[in-house]
């Protein structure tokens, strides 16, 4: 789950570390979202969360 500020759209991307965008998603006006990651190969993958009015957050997710 991502958790944000509701009051905000927010950019949701998972990036594989070839660099190539694996699932995308934009969340309008909520404070907790999913994204599926069901199909994806294991491995390593950047979450980027680019929310207007904070600075972009990015993590490390590994899928197993």
């Keep these: 789950h ?7 759209k927010a950019q949701i991307t998972l990036t594989g ?3 190539q965008t694996v699932r ?6 909520v404070q907790k979202t999913s994204i ?3 199909g ?17 957050a990015r993590q ?3 899928i197993q």
């Design 2 to 8: 991502v958790m944000l500020d509701g009051r905000q």
């Design 17 to 19: 570390m070839n660099g």
């Design 24 to 29: 995308s998603m934009l969340a309008d006006g």
């Design 36 to 38: 599926n990651l069901s």
């Design 40 to 56: 994806l190969p294991a491995g390593n993958y950047i979450l980027s969360v680019d929310s207007e009015g904070h600075a972009p």
């Design 60 to 62: 490390l997710v590994t």
